[in-house]
């Protein structure tokens, strides 16, 4: 897994999918700001690098979860889509995707494609972990569906919020991913992709992201 995280940083970085920026910071969805961002959605994008972070993803799966313990791969809406496509693919195995609610037509569906059947093995898919909060949503629409959701793959988890491993646990999962922002800060400080100010400043965030935002406010843009 060491290679595998610091290959994918790596290639999250020379995509310019994960972004530094100390003296102006990014402001999150939340109104938080943050010295880092991430945007997964990017990498679809660039083939080759995609391609990949896939046959990592590949390899950890059969290796972790196995392949006899994946019926179904699930995206979530939407960032999880792709992914899932990418993934239903090479591990030959059919896709499904779930809404965040019915669509509200039709057959009023939350999940789209078809389910042969109950108490069959899903993964679900999405591209990113924070608090990992958002995935309830999709667990349990597939657990009502009648299948077994015990596994959760993203390309990218933070890391660095305690809430995450306590989400994962309550919802009953496992979580596989290619890397953290351990992991990228780790490779930009041996490969120099930032300054010396930059990167400390990162670092600081990372071990306090709350105590950072309450005392970088004022940096963000207007």
Known sequence: MTIISEATAKILLDTESVLFNSKEPFVLTSGRVSPVYVDIRRLIS??????MLMRFATDILKEQVGADSMDYVAGGETAGIPYAAFLAERLEKPMLYVRKKPKGFGRMAQIEGHIE????????VEDLQTDGGSKKVFINALRE???IVEHAFVVFHYGIM???EENNKAMGIQLHALATWWDVLNVAKDLGYFDQETLTEVDAFL???????AKNAHRAKA
Request: no cysteine; glycine share 14%.
């Open 207 to 213: 071990n306090d992201p709350d105590g950072w935002a």
């Open 162 to 164: 305690p809430a995450s």
């Open 145 to 147: 569906a009648g299948t």
């Open 117 to 124: 059947g109950e108490g069959k093995k899903v993964l679900l």
């Open 46 to 51: 660039f083939p080759a690098e995609r391609a």
